[in-house]
């Protein structure tokens, strides 16, 4: 299947416990920011300072950015790349792959270090990756109600809309 | 693949403007972008070479309204129009509701015009993606020009139409947009085809560059109702 084609969704409770891992690698890392972006450019969540930028035409741009360094990556033989560093003067991002459906990106200035980042995030990775992943299952198994369709019977809602 | 967010009440989608280079994909965003509302739209970001070609892609996100109390945010992107940009190109593919498909109406380019949907159409079958399942327009560009081919041959060339095989599918559905026209029918032959919509416009003045955005996100939330 391709990477990040199909649908998902999550519950108050998977997305309750992302924030906290997210927030506690925050805490640790002296990190200013972390936001999930899926791969197709749609922004997942926010954790930390809110950011200063549009966060739209971020997240569309972290997925165009990783999805074509996979191409690099394939180029020259490896199978992808599944982290990246982009150095600032003053800010700098970490991103990395998350299931291979998922990106995250940590925004960071220098209250602290790539090194720590980098140390930090590992674990982070690991239970994200987790999280994600039986998400991903329970979704492919079919045993997740699917979430209530707030269109269904909106036809003529969406007609008006469009007159 | 669209995505319902329920914390901040938004339905984000996603459309692409597909078609050869130079046929007026971007020039369809620009439009946009300078007719809607600043509140309603996000910024246009542009991924090209020094002289405007689309390197990467063109991105614009639009607020068209809300439907039971939610945003529905569409994210309009356009492909790099030459063929030999095909891997990104593909890329911007990932996740798509909606095509538009964008061809240029002059006579000399109806060779691009088949070769980038045929490409259209490979790139999407790679994805595992069905064009004749899910939301595609056809827009006919340039039509103010004079060498701009008749609509008729455009369409036979472009959009002839898929084959319907499902049996309660095959029955006349007019064409909402053309009056005397269908989208579905039985052709001669007995076989029954089915056709993506089709609008002319000239994107340039904005002719038809509404028309066409409003089919296409009217189709893709008729999708998930």
């Avoid at chain 2, 509140?39 to 614009?60: M, P, Q, V």
């Avoid at chain 2, 980038?116 to 327009?137: C, I, K, W």
Wanted: with cysteine.
């Amino acid at each position: 299947m391709p990477v990040g084609a199909a649908s998902w969704s999550f519950t108050e409770d998977d997305y309750g416990a992302i924030l906290r891992s997210l927030q506690q690698f925050l805490y640790d890392s002296n990190a200013r920011s972390a936001l999930l972006v899926d791969r197709s450019g749609q922004l997942v969540a926010t954790v930390g300072e809110p950011p200063q930028f549009d966060p739209t035409a971020f997240a569309t741009l972290t997925a165009a950015d990783f999805s074509a360094n996979d191409q690099l990556a394939r180029l020259i033989g490896e199978t992808e790349f599944n982290s990246l560093f982009h150095q600032g003067e003053q800010e700098s991002m970490y991103l990395v792959d998350i299931a291979r459906r998922v990106i995250l990106v940590i925004l960071f200035d220098n209250r602290t270090t790539l090194g720590l980042v980098r140390l930090k995030v590992k674990h982070t990775v690991e239970e994200l990756t987790r999280q994600f992943a039986a998400m991903f299952e329970r979704g492919r198994g079919g045993e997740q109600a699917s979430p209530p369709n707030i269109l269904a019977g909106a036809e003529d809602e969406i007609d008006r809309l469009f007159q | 693949m669209s995505m319902i967010n329920y914390a901040s009440r938004e339905i984000n989608c996603k459309i692409v403007y597909y078609g050869p280079g130079l046929g007026g994909k971007t020039t369809n965003l620009e439009h946009v972008y300078g007719r809607v509302q600043p509140n309603t739209r996000g910024k246009l970001i542009s991924l090209a070479t020094e002289t405007e070609r689309t390197l990467f892609f063109d991105f614009l996100p639009v607020d068209l309204g809300t439907i039971r109390g939610f945003k529905t945010r569409f994210h309009l992107y356009t492909v790099p129009g030459q063929v030999y940009y095909n891997a990104s190109r593909k890329l911007i593919l990932k996740g798509v509701d909606g095509i538009v498909f964008v061809a240029d109406s002059q006579l000399e380019r109806m060779e691009a015009n088949l070769e980038a949907m045929q490409n259209l159409y490979d790139n999407m079958q790679e994805y595992g993606y069905d064009l004749t399942t899910m939301p595609f327009v056809v827009q006919y560009n340039k039509r103010d020009l004079p060498n701009a081919a008749q609509v008729g041959e455009l369409q036979t060339a472009l959009n002839p139409g898929w084959e319907v095989r499902e049996p309660q599918k095959q029955r006349v559905a007019p064409d909402p947009y053309h009056a005397g026209e269908n989208l579905i029918e039985q052709i001669p032959s007995g076989e029954w085809v089915e056709r993506a919509p089709y609008f002319e416009a000239v994107a340039v003045t904005g002719e038809g560059v509404f028309d066409t955005l409003k089919a296409v996100s009217k189709f893709v939330l008729k999708t998930l109702a």
